[in-house]
């Protein structure tokens, strides 16, 4: 039969004896690992870190930066690179739609819905529908005013369709581009100024065109001062995101740059929520003189248009 010393594990004994001669060897247990990367991670916090984390909006900032950089590793020629301006799904464009139409004060439309992955695919498709909108609404308006009136005759207008595109692409690019550039001039100038890239400046305004949609279906109805009082409201609402998203990144610069900076976006914004009112909607009626029917027997007969 076996004795209780014969039942003891040799390795426990000998690990026992090693450690009798020798006090002060460093032993491994099983669960100091699952403590380390704890420690690491604490030891790794810098001071500034909390800071930049808030700023991007997420806590895993270089993991979202990494990624972006993997996603445009491929040459710009190549069909991959444009793949990845357009990687989402319904779900992030319903949120981030949610977010240009219902604004929270005091949060940015970047950090919140953009940073971790911008795309294009939303604001191109949200200016594509804004054109033809635009376009077949003014165009339903100008009917509808023109209803009952014996000498009119309803001509389809497709040239609103292109004048339409032409405006709201040209602002949707354009005035990013210009607002790209300027901040990063000054980035160059004030060192903790917040910098935006120019794919989220495109998808902060394509976006913030969204309200619009539906404001240019209402501004079918033919009152002047329902059309104007919807347009004033779908301009607060869709300039406010502008300035929360923008006002972050110029004011720790000179504060007459920055005020005339914001005041340049709204000026803008505006000008192009007005310009479709007005043109499409509310542009006055030309005064046709009336043409001149020369008769048979050598006078002129002028006819009377209504």
Same mark, same amino acid.
């Given at each position: 039969?076996a004795? !209780? ?7 426990f004994?000998?690990?026992?004896n090693l ?14 690992? %699952? ?26 900032s ?16 190549t ?24 604004p929270?004060?005091g ?10 992955n911008?795309?294009?695919?939303? =604001?191109?498709w949200?200016?594509?529908?804004? *054109?033809?909108?635009? !376009?077949?609404?003014?165009?339903l308006?100008?009917?509808f005013?023109?209803?009952g009136?014996? /000498? ?35 980035n ?6 917040v ?11 394509g976006y913030s ?7 240019a ?18 301009l ?14 110029v ?8 005020? %005339? ?12 929520a007005?310009?479709c009112?007005a ?6 009626e030309?005064?046709?003189?009336? =043409?001149i029917i020369? !008769? ?5 007969v *002028? /006819?009377?248009?209504?």
């Amino acid at each position: 039969m076996a004795t !209780a010393d014969d039942l003891k594990f040799q390795e426990f004994d000998d690990a026992a004896n090693l450690l009798a001669a020798n006090p002060d060897a460093t032993t491994i247990s099983i669960d100091e690992p %699952a403590e380390i990367p704890k420690n690491q991670h604490s030891r790794l916090q810098e001071p500034g870190r909390e800071e930049d984390d808030e700023l991007l909006g997420t806590d895993d900032s270089d993991k979202t930066e990494l990624l972006a950089g993997q996603k445009k590793s491929a040459p710009f020629w190549t069909f991959d690179y444009y793949q990845t301006f357009f990687d989402v799904d319904t779900y992030q464009v319903l949120d981030r739609i949610k977010g240009s139409v219902f604004p929270v004060p005091g949060k940015n439309f970047v950090r919140l819905y953009i940073r971790s992955n911008p795309d294009l695919y939303g =604001p191109f498709w949200i200016c594509a529908t804004l *054109v033809f909108t635009i !376009a077949v609404s003014g165009n339903l308006s100008n009917f509808f005013i023109h209803l009952g009136k014996p /000498t009119y005759h309803y001509v389809p207008e497709f040239r609103k369709v292109s004048i339409a595109a032409t405006t709201i692409y040209a602002y949707a690019w354009l005035v990013p581009l210009g607002l790209w550039g300027f901040l990063m001039w000054r980035n160059s100038k004030v060192m903790n100024i917040v910098s935006y890239s120019f794919l989220e400046i495109v998808c902060v305004y394509g976006y913030s065109l969204f309200i619009y949609i539906p404001t240019a279906i209402l501004w079918i109805i033919p009152q002047k001062v329902v059309r104007w009082v919807l347009m004033v409201f779908s301009l607060c609402l869709s300039g406010s995101v502008l300035v929360m998203t923008f006002w972050p990144a110029v004011r720790d610069d000179n504060r007459r740059i920055a005020v %005339a900076t914001v005041a340049a976006i709204l000026l803008l914004h505006t000008l192009l929520a007005v310009g479709c009112l007005a043109y499409f909607f509310d542009a006055p009626e030309l005064d046709i003189p009336p =043409p001149i029917i020369p !008769a048979h027997n050598g006078t002129t007969v *002028v /006819t009377k248009s209504h």
